[in-house]
């Protein structure tokens, strides 16, 4: 982070010069980020643009960029216009590779030198990445702060350093469905949902070997984590009344197993096929392809929260895990100013308007939340319904998604027995025990 710092800093009086210049072009400061506290001011220019001074001595930069594989085509072309952004400089290459969040952290931490200089990953990663020490430091910090939600800056900060530019607001799951099958108040409960599906002919999908998503059967039941224990490592979860989650657990699977055939445990990736080809009422997806859904039901599409589900008698609302995506720059980056000044670039107002408009990704940005592209969305308006009712997706430990995902496979399998209350104690117990290595 030094080395980039350097660099940024032998640019910033140059940068000053141009202050309250550029026609009337709206303009945003932003920190250094430097570690001795330094309160000097980068002007970042309206579109996330710096004055080419701040690439110091970079010149005949070559690149790498991991996107979502969805988001490719539209990283691209966003990488050309940043390119024509900066005339004066020579890009060799800026070469975009398909690369999903979740496996990003992990990739990078295999080998540092020969991964991406820019990469986009989802929240829970952030941690093992810092530790590791191959993630940088967010150099225009003040920016990121100024223009994104607290929640999402929150999240990204560790120790007091920002260490990533926060790209989407909306990584979690909602209910999308087929409104011919399920109609608006059906999809307000799992059990309304399951009997529309099952009358039409209908299956729903949930996927219950993901531990992404069966981690719901649990939060929902009480279970939620909170942390790390003192070690830093070893997943702490919230105290909660074993009864309640065991009955939880119990209310799943018994619908899982009353409607057997329509409930379904398959990969998030058939959801939008299973529309296409009329075989599918409802599922639970997430908003990365929204596009696929809406393109398989057109004027049929239906989205809503997570539905509640009937426990002791009570409708109890599904608790879902939610998190956000970033953008962090590579700690082994050659090229570290060029790679901070593209990284807030694809996470400036801009750029993240052209996700949510082509993508249907949740910004991060206000002012983009504001827009109507974002307001007039029932997919990140449910998604932003969800998120009050979700863990949030950091300070997770990698031992979490296994078991939970256990959990969900051994809820729907046919041997179980739903009214098997002792049996679901002692699942849980395991589950737990798992995810905090104590097995």
């Known amino acids: 982070m030094k080395k980039i710092l350097a660099v940024l800093l032998a640019g910033m009086m140059a940068v000053t010069a141009f202050a309250g210049c550029g026609g009337g072009q709206k303009t945003e400061s932003s920190g250094s980020g430097s570690e001795s506290g330094d309160s000097t001011k980068v002007e970042v220019k309206e579109g996330a643009i710096v004055d080419e001074s701040v690439f110091g001595d970079e010149n005949n930069i070559t690149l790498k960029v991991w996107a979502p594989d969805k988001a490719v085509k539209l990283v691209q072309q966003q990488v050309e216009e940043f390119k024509k952004a900066y005339p004066n400089k020579t890009f060799t290459k800026i070469e975009v590779v398909a690369q999903g969040e979740g496996d990003a952290g992990t990739q990078l931490l295999n080998d540092a030198s020969v991964a991406a200089?820019?990469?986009?990953?989802?929240?829970?990663?952030?941690?093992?990445?810092?530790?590791?020490?191959?993630?940088?430091?967010?150099?225009?910090?003040?920016?990121?702060?100024e223009t994104n939600v607290e929640e999402t800056i929150t999240a990204g900060t560790i120790k007091d350093k920002l260490y990533a530019y926060p790209e989407t607001n909306d990584n979690g799951y909602y209910l999308v469905y087929d409104k011919t099958v399920v109609s608006e108040e059906q999809a307000k409960t799992l059990e309304g949902v399951l009997e529309a599906c099952k009358a039409k002919g209908k299956k729903?999908?949930?996927?219950?070997?993901?531990?992404?998503?069966?981690?719901?059967?649990?939060?929902?039941?009480?279970?939620?984590?909170?942390?790390?224990?003192?070690?830093?490592?070893?997943?702490?979860?919230?105290?909660?009344?074993?009864?309640?989650?065991?009955?939880?657990?119990?209310?799943?699977?018994?619908?899982?197993?009353?409607?057997?055939?329509t409930f379904t445990s398959l990969d998030v990736a058939q959801i939008s096929s299973g529309f296409s080809t009329g075989t599918l009422g409802a599922g639970v997806d997430g908003s990365w392809n929204t596009k696929a859904d809406q393109d398989a039901l057109k004027d049929n599409f239906g989205a809503a929260k997570l539905p509640t589900i009937k426990v002791n008698g009570t409708d109890t609302q599904m608790i879902s895990m939610?998190?956000?995506?970033?953008?962090?720059?590579?700690?082994?980056?050659?090229?570290?100013?060029?790679?901070?000044?593209?990284?807030?670039?694809?996470?400036?107002?801009?750029?993240?308007?052209?996700?949510?408009?082509?993508?249907?990704?949740?910004?991060?940005?206000k002012k983009v939340q504001e827009d109507p592209v974002v307001t007039g969305s029932p997919v990140l308006q449910a998604i932003m319904q969800q998120s009050k009712n979700a863990c949030v997706q950091v300070n997770i430990a990698p031992t979490l998604w296994s078991p939970m995902g256990n959990l969900g496979n051994k809820m729907i399998a046919d041997q179980t027995k739903p009214d098997d209350a002792e049996y679901f104690k002692k699942l849980l117990k395991e589950t737990i025990e798992n995810i905090q290595d104590k097995g």
């Open 117 to 145: 200089d820019v990469f986009s990953f989802a929240s829970d990663q952030l941690n093992k990445l810092v530790d590791a020490k191959v993630i940088a430091e967010v150099a225009f910090t003040d920016y990121a702060k």
């Open 204 to 261: 729903f999908i949930f996927n219950c070997g993901d531990g992404f998503y069966a981690c719901t059967f649990a939060f929902t039941g009480g279970v939620k984590i909170d942390g790390f224990e003192e070690d830093g490592t070893t997943q702490k979860f919230t105290q909660y009344d074993e009864a309640t989650a065991v009955a939880t657990l119990q209310a799943f699977s018994k619908l899982m197993h009353d409607y057997k055939g």
């Open 322 to 365: 939610f998190g956000y995506k970033y953008i962090g720059v590579n700690a082994a980056s050659k090229f570290p100013a060029a790679s901070q000044i593209l990284a807030l670039y694809l996470s400036g107002e801009k750029c993240q308007k052209e996700r949510a408009e082509q993508l249907g990704w949740g910004p991060s940005n």
